[in-house]
């Protein structure tokens, strides 16, 4: 067994906690805006994508089966969230993209992360640097 110091698990204890620290953060500002975090998260997929997200590549980025992600897509339509665009030459390529309504609570949840990430920035630096 390797020989480690008290240090080094002190600083990855640490770095969990901040880390589990900005999910719960995370999680209580979809909530509050009304949304689930996969929902948040599906969002954020989407719109990096830029509108050309197919429902098997976020079933891939949220680590689901497609038939799970294409449920989720369901969700956020009803929600006015997202839309399917008109379909292609194939059939079963329909790329999803955001709403305005979906672009503006994205941009409010992404700025309240930005700034929490800002927050903690130097927290984590220093716990990193540690390593």
Do not use: C, N, W
Not at 53 to 75: F, I, N
Request: net charge positive.
């Amino acid at each position: 067994m390797t020989d480690l110091p008290d240090e080094l698990y002190e600083t990855l204890a640490g770095i969990r906690h901040e880390l589990r620290r900005f999910a719960h953060f995370s999680d209580q500002a979809a909530t509050a805006a009304g949304i689930t975090p996969q929902q948040h998260q599906a969002l954020l997929a989407i719109r990096s994508h830029r509108g050309d997200m197919l429902v098997g590549a976020l079933a891939e980025h949220l680590l689901l089966k497609p038939h799970s992600a294409s449920e989720h897509v369901d969700r956020l339509a009803k929600l006015g969230l997202v839309r399917r665009k008109a379909a292609t030459s194939d059939k079963r390529q329909v790329p999803i993209e955001l709403t305005v309504a979906g672009e503006k609570l994205l941009a409010s949840l992404s700025i309240a992360h930005r700034e929490e990430l800002r927050r903690i920035r130097p927290l984590l630096s220093q716990l990193i640097e540690k390593l």
